[in-house]
């Protein structure tokens, strides 16, 4: 199993930015396929982004393309979420998974093995 921790949420302002941080355990981060979801209340969870094992593939939901970056640096077993242009809807507990066989639909939560505990996200108007 892989221990996942993510940082960097809070509280911006509408057209505000911040950089979600999703940390790691073990060697093999390099090999796994690493995903951004979100959930926010009354809502089912959603895709945001995900990424390829290189970092060279990358996913957006269409809420989020243009405005959001998905990045990783397998040196330091980390994946990141840079969020510009905050919007309200964009308010949620955003959590990273891993999937360590990576296979199937990039955007799908069951090709995910492992999540980590997520990171709230608020943006006000």
């Known amino acids: 199993q892989v221990q996942l921790v993510e940082s960097g949420g809070g509280l911006v302002q509408a057209g505000g930015s911040l950089r979600l941080s999703c940390a790691a355990s073990?060697?093999?981060?390099?090999?796994?396929?690493m995903g951004w979801f979100r959930h926010a209340p009354g809502k089912e969870q959603e895709f945001v982004a995900a990424i390829s094992l290189s970092g060279g593939v990358t996913y957006y939901a269409s809420s989020v393309k243009g405005r959001f970056t998905i990045s990783r640096d397998n040196a330091k077993n980390t994946m990141y979420l840079q969020m510009n242009s905050l919007k309200p809807e964009d308010t949620a507990v955003y959590s990273c998974a891993c999937a360590r066989t990576p296979s199937g639909d990039a955007t799908r939560q069951y090709n995910y093995d492992d999540w980590g505990q997520g990171t709230q996200v608020t943006v006000s108007s």
């Open positions: 073990g060697r093999a981060f390099s090999m796994y396929r």
